[in-house]
């Protein structure tokens, strides 16, 4: 089973960038579709946004279309999630995942491996 560990969360101002990563282990990380969730406190996982094998297809919440991209590199084992323009309700622990059927619009469910999430905190 793949290990994956997140990093990149950190403090921003509101409108700054924050690039997260996700570095998988253990697994063939091709064979996998990832996706990005985050938690607020309080509130429910939340899906953000999610790639295909190959990274041929991409989607993204409503929430976060235009601002967060999310990209792959397979032959470095990594997923990443580059965020603009943050603005304060984008504050939450971001956990990226590991599935095997891609979905636009995928559940917290649909991946069975996950890290141990990062923070972003962006003040407004």
């Known amino acids: 089973q793949v290990q994956l560990v997140e990093s990149g969360g950190g403090l921003v101002q509101a409108g700054g960038s924050l690039r997260l990563s996700c570095a998988a282990s253990g697994g063939t990380f091709s064979s996998y579709v990832m996706g990005w969730f985050r938690q607020a406190p309080g509130k429910e996982r939340e899906f953000v946004s999610t790639i295909s094998r190959g990274g041929w297809r991409t989607s993204d919440a409503d929430s976060v279309k235009g601002r967060f991209t999310i990209s792959r590199d397979n032959a470095k084992k990594t997923v990443y999630l580059q965020m603009n323009s943050l603005k304060s309700e984008d504050t939450a622990v971001y956990y990226c995942?590991?599935?095997?059927?891609?979905?636009?619009?995928?559940?917290?469910?649909?991946?069975?491996?996950w890290g141990q999430g990062t923070q972003v905190t962006v003040s407004s």
């Open positions: 995942a590991a599935g095997v059927l891609y979905s636009d619009s995928p559940r917290p469910n649909d991946f069975g491996s």
